[in-house]
T-cell receptor, first 111, second 112 residues
Framework: GENVEQHPSTLSVQEGDSAVIKCTYS??????FPWYKQELGKRPQLIID?????GEKKDQRIAVTLNKTAKHFSLHITETRPEDSAVYFC??????????FGTGTSLTVIP | EAQVTQNPRYLITVTGKKLTVTCSQN?????MSWYRQDPGLGLRQIYY???????DKGDVPEGYKVSRKEKRNFPLILESPSPNQTSLYFC???????????FGEGSRLTVL
């Protein structure tokens, strides 16, 4: 099956700086790559996603890039704010039915 | 308002005592799925269902059963729980074909 690796596991940045989280996947059949944010004690919520026919997608301060050849995708958060502090999960899906998640990145934004 | 409702939200039980975690949606989505979340392991898919009476194994189905007799409900059954099933469980629906997962609030299960 698919194997998704996520780095780093923890990340601390100063408010206003950028944060980058990277994921790799193993199954070339994966074609959907969502990112979820989970605040403490809450459910995961989708923040951005990208499909394999697109190389980059941006939504305000959040962007995701995908390199199909290298099988890696990254989340970029610019101008970070304290409310960006949370655990972020990447995922890969080869079918839209099976989802494989990374192990998570705990992001802390220091005011 | 879209809702995915899980019950119970918290449960402490003992080894071997059968339990069911219910999941109900009010959005008429065909796809529903179950995940467990463990520290350092992220979210792992247990089972998913593409429609009524159609279920399939995810990445970690051992020790679990599911059923999908109605579109709105997708219960997770632990026939004989063991301590290694202590975890935080999430039910999710998929909004549209290949679309985003919308998660329930989670059910924290402890098996002693």
């Amino acid at each position: 099956g698919e194997n998704v690796e996520q780095h780093p596991s923890t990340l601390s940045v100063q408010e206003g700086d950028s944060a980058v989280i990277k994921c790799t996947y193993s199954d070339s059949a994966s074609n959907y790559f969502p990112w979820y944010k989970q605040e403490l004690g809450k459910r995961p919520q989708l923040i951005i996603d990208i499909r394999s026919n697109v190389g980059e997608k941006k939504d305000q301060r959040i962007a995701v890039t995908l390199n199909k050849t290298a099988k890696h995708f990254s989340l970029h958060i610019t101008e970070t704010r304290p409310e960006d502090s949370a655990v972020y999960f990447c995922a890969a899906s080869p079918s839209g039915n099976q989802f494989y998640f990374g192990t998570g990145t705990s992001l802390t934004v220091i005011p | 308002e879209a809702q995915v409702t899980q019950n119970p939200r918290y449960l402490i039980t003992v080894t071997g005592k059968k339990l069911t975690v219910t999941c109900s949606q009010n959005m008429n989505h065909e796809y529903m799925s179950w995940y467990r979340q463990d520290p350092g392991l992220g979210l792992r898919q247990i089972y998913y269902s593409m429609n009524v009476e159609v279920t399939d194994k995810g990445d970690v189905p051992e020790g679990y059963k599911v059923s999908r007799k109605e579109k709105r409900n997708f219960p997770l059954i632990l026939e004989s729980p063991s301590p290694n099933q202590t975890s935080l469980y999430f039910c999710a629906v998929r909004q549209g074909a290949g679309g985003e997962l919308f998660f329930g609030e989670g059910s924290r299960l402890t098996v002693l």
